[in-house]
Structure formats: structure tokens, C-alpha cells
């Protein structure tokens, strides 16, 4: 009885490396999903915050002034890639609808699809790539460079000072832009469709204008108000926290604060895409 109860603990000490080991794996996924529910309620609260604090006084003249930086200056690049996104779509429609003798939808196709889709997703990219990551890095190292701490002892609150402003110019700008990317792109479709193709002319405006609605208008809207609310919030987000890496300090945490902003807002933006899609087909 003596023996028995001597060998039993042995027993459970040499199975105790193989149960961690095998643990192991689900505790790194636990600690895994803890931080991203932790990262996400603090997203959370932090975009509460700020998008309280848009509504505070004085707040005009900084929304406007990123207005011209978010929206303004990325005018160039939104055009460019509509134009060719427009072309490109219109030389594959058409070739693929010439074979079922359909090609006088080119402009229900070519419409629908940027309106719907192509024109918020890409353009909430583009944005993100050029302003986005400009924002995080600007706030990142005024984080390091102890400004924002600054802010805190001349009683100014950061999140009023330097993200309210630009989640407003996000809202604000995000709907324009796509618009005019979506413009753009079926002007860059009736290039390669009508001018270049032979397409009809009169077909193209025509299905454009009988077949597009304001509810495909208002869904892409309300996709780019969704995209630049994540985008902002993102951006803002990791360059305000870009102190508490732990992967790296200094300027590095900048840099990698600036593709974590980049890359998780894409995710976010192509996720999202669906969900809303779902959403608004649903409805």
C-alpha cells in the first residue's frame, strides 16, 4: 500500500512535460484571442472618445485642415487608379459579354461595379496607403518624442487635439473621394469600352442611367463611411500606442506601428466589405 502510494506521484511528475507540452499550443491561441479582445474594446472605447470629442469647439479649422490632407492631396492618386481601374474593367467586360452577344450591358456592368464595390474598397485602400500611413507615423512619434505627454500636462486631451479631428476628415472625405472615383472609373470603362472597343456609345449611357439607382449609391456610401471610420481609428490607434510594442521602441516601434495600421486596415476594409455586402443584400 506503502509502495503504491510512493509510485503514484512519480507517475503524475513525468506525465506533467507531456501535458504542458501538449497544452502549449492552446495557450499560446488563448493568449492569442485575450489580446485581440483586449485590443478590440480598447479600439472600442478609444473611438468613442475621439468621436465625442468632434463635436467640442474650435474643432472646425483642424477638421478642414485634414480634410486637405486626407481628402485634397490624395485627389491625384484616387483619379489615377480610378481612371485605369475604369479602363481596365470596360476591356474585360466587354470582352467577356461580346460572347454571349450581350455587350450593350458593358454600362450596367461597368456602373454597378464600381459604384457597388470596386469604387469604396479601392478607394479606402489608396487612402490608406498614402494618408493612413502618414498618420500613424505623425502620431507615433509624437508619442515617442514625449509630445503627446506634453499635451497632458498643459491639460490639453490628445484624443480631442489629434484624432477627432481626423476621424471627421475621414467621414467627410472617404464618401467624396469615392465618388469621384466611381465618375472617373466609368469615364475610364467608356474609354476602353466605347472609344477603344467600338462599343455603343448610346447603349453605354443608356444602361448607366436606367439601370443605376440611388440605392446603389447610397450602399456605396455608406460602405466608404464604414471604411473610414476603421481606417481613422486604425491609423490613430497604433500610432497613439506605438510606446507599448513590445516588439521594438523608438523609431522602430514607429515603423512597425505604420505597417500594422497598413496592413490590419486592408484586412479590416476587405472583412468588412463583406459583412456590410451581406448586410445591405439582406436588407
Known sequence: MNSENTVAPDNQEDRLPAVRLMASPFAALGKKAIR??????????????????????KQLVKILHQIYYIGA?????IALVSLFTGMVLGLQSYHALVQFGAEGALGTLVSLTLIRELGPVLTAIMITARAGSA???????????????????????????LVSPRIAAAIISFPL??????????LGGYISGV?????????????????????DIADGFIKAIV????VSTVSCYQ??????????????????STTAAV?????????SDYVVTSILIGG
Open 135 to 161: 498618420i500613424t507615423a505623425e502620431i507615433g512619434i509624437q508619442r515617442i518624442s514625449e509630445q503627446i505627454d506634453a499635451l497632458y500636462t498643459m491639460r490639453i486631451d490628445p484624443l480631442r487635439f
Open 36 to 57: 485581440l479582445v483586449n485590443n478590440l474594446g480598447a479600439a472600442g472605447i478609444f473611438l468613442f472618445l475621439a468621436f465625442a470629442g468632434i463635436f467640442r469647439p
Open 239 to 256: 500610432g497613439y500606442f506605438a510606446h507599448m510594442r513590445t516588439d521594438g521602441h523608438g523609431a522602430k516601434a514607429v515603423g512597425l
Open 177 to 186: 473621394l469615392t465618388a469621384i472615383f466611381d465618375v472617373i472609373g466609368i
Open 195 to 215: 472609344l477603344l472597343m467600338r462599343a455603343s456609345s448610346a447603349s453605354y449611357i443608356y444602361r448607366i442611367q436606367s439601370n443605376t439607382d440611388i440605392g
Open 263 to 271: 496592413v490590419l486596415s486592408c484586412v479590416l476594409i476587405l472583412v
Open 227 to 230: 471604411f473610414a471610420v476603421i
Open 73 to 77: 492631396r490624395s485627389f491625384g492618386i
